[in-house]
């Protein structure tokens, strides 16, 4: 039981330092490159950066850290005693919510208005996008690195 316990937290540790990856190079590059692009052309292209990233490979590592880390939660209140439990509870609610729930109540909303725009307005709406949506990436970054951080001292403290 503890080897698969081991593994989990392992997984949920990978899991949520790739999709910090994916949330900071969207920071750092991907949405500056967009924000130089004419405002039709920079909604064009995230509304298909919004369709792509919804594939099985995303999905399952985006959501699959989100199931290790609600199941390692609960794990950790019920191990409460054991070393590390409290870093487990802690990379497992942070990844939860401000990678999970940050994304379905800002990112994903946000993503789902900019795909009904219309070229009327495009300028204020693109600009407003830009910097409100990346806002909440840099949080989705920084939970998805702290969860990571946490589940890794977590780790070292089941060994």
């Known amino acids: 039981m503890e080897k698969f316990f081991f593994v989990l937290t392992l997984l949920a540790s990978l899991g949520s330092g790739l999709i910090a990856g994916v949330f900071f190079i ?3 590059t991907i949405m500056r490159a967009l924000g130089r692009l004419p405002a039709s052309e920079g909604i064009a292209a995230m509304n298909m950066i ?6 099985p490979m995303f999905l399952g590592v985006f959501l699959g850290t989100g199931i290790l880390c609600l199941v390692l939660s609960i794990i950790s209140l019920l191990r409460w005693q054991q070393p590390g439990a409290a870093w487990l509870l802690a990379g497992g609610l942070i990844y939860l919510t401000g990678s999970i729930l940050v994304t379905m109540v800002f990112n994903v909303p946000m993503n789902n208005a900019l795909a009904a725009v219309t070229p ?7 600009n407003n996008y830009l910097s409100t949506w990346t806002f909440w990436n840099h949080i989705r970054t920084a939970s998805s690195i702290a969860a990571s951080a946490c589940l890794m001292v977590a780790l070292s403290n089941l060994r």
Request: charged share 10%; no cysteine; proline share 0%.
């Open 120 to 126: 009327e307005n495009t300028d204020n709406i693109w």
């Open 26 to 28: 969207f920071s750092v």
């Open 50 to 55: 919004n369709i792509v990233i919804i594939n």
